[in-house]
């Protein structure tokens, strides 16, 4: 295989840069890589190559796995770091759940902010779309509105339209119609994050539930799910809910749901937890 450049080589930047330097570098290389200003051969596999380096370098967690693994972080034959799917492999299946474990490091979840899909678009073509294009509006819709789908009355060119978003749209959704396209806009929402059709969510539990086994309320989207925790649950494993993501835009069916469950160390405790917490100890192999 070809060997890669390094991302912040990519992107002619230090490894020092500020998250505001290398939003600059990208918007600055995206715009002179962009196959539809830049005819030359290689202009596309460049602009996928920056796009790539600025996916990684401009999330906390990924960058700090790069600069620990460097590209190894995100290779799943490796065995370093993230890996290229962090839940390709690891999954012990049966029943309604799958289970699979991880001790922290980079948190595979996040995903890079690039703010409007088409604001380098945009800037190539001068905020216009030239020839045959069509004009191009965004709309902004909740994530829950997007998930389940929505009808939302706009008003283009003095003229009121129904735009109906159909459940599963995802952040950069499309819409055609005669003589214009919307693109639709998903505001992050405070506890799901989204990949495709899957969703994912972090759930904190004690450290008692963690030791003992029970159960936790976990949210979805359409209603909230008790779910069981086993004894001798590790912080970070992973709970897929198999179809309890979004659905699938373009096919039947839905994503999944992954919880991460996470053990929630107390940073104070009482006099008697503390005593309690002591006499536990002591009943351990050291």
């Known amino acids: 295989m070809p060997t890669k450049r390094d991302y912040y080589e990519v992107l002619g930047v230090a490894k020092t840069a500020t998250p505001t330097e290398l939003k600059t570098a990208y918007r600055k290389l995206a715009l002179k890589y962009h196959p539809d200003k830049n005819k030359a051969d290689d202009a596309e596999q460049t602009f996928k190559e920056i796009n790539e380096a600025y996916q990684i370098l401009s999330d906390p967690q990924k960058r700090q796995a790069y600069d620990q693994f460097g590209h190894a972080a995100f290779d799943p ?3 370093a770091g993230m890996g290229g799917n962090p839940f390709a492999g690891g999954f012990r299946t049966g029943g309604p759940f799958t289970w699979t474990y991880t001790t922290g490091g980079a948190n595979p979840f996040e995903g890079a902010d690039f703010g409007d899909p088409f604001e380098i678009f945009e800037s190539i073509f001068g905020g216009g779309f030239g020839g045959q294009r069509r004009p191009r509006y965004s709309l902004s819709v909740e994530f829950m509105e997007a998930i389940k789908g929505v009808e939302k009355q706009v008003t283009i060119d003095g003229k009121q339209h129904t735009i109906k978003v159909p459940p ?18 998903v505001k992050p929402h405070s506890r799901f994050k989204r990949e495709g059709a899957d969703l994912f969510i972090d759930q904190h539990i004690s450290v008692a539930t963690a030791a003992l086994g029970g159960t936790v309320e976990v949210p979805t989207v359409d209603e909230p799910l008790t779910m069981k925790v086993r004894p001798g649950t590790q912080s970070h494993t992973l ?6 993501g979004a659905p699938r835009l373009q096919s039947k069916g839905k994503g999944d749901l992954y919880v991460r469950l996470i053990v929630a160390i107390p940073e104070k405790l009482t006099r008697e937890q503390k005593q309690l917490f002591e006499s536990l100890a002591q009943t351990f192999d050291k």
């Open 77 to 79: 034959a490796s065995g």
């Open 239 to 244: 709970v897929r809910l198999r179809e309890a």
């Open 168 to 185: 599963g749209a995802n952040d950069g959704t499309r819409l055609r119609f005669d003589t214009f396209e919307v693109t639709i806009d």
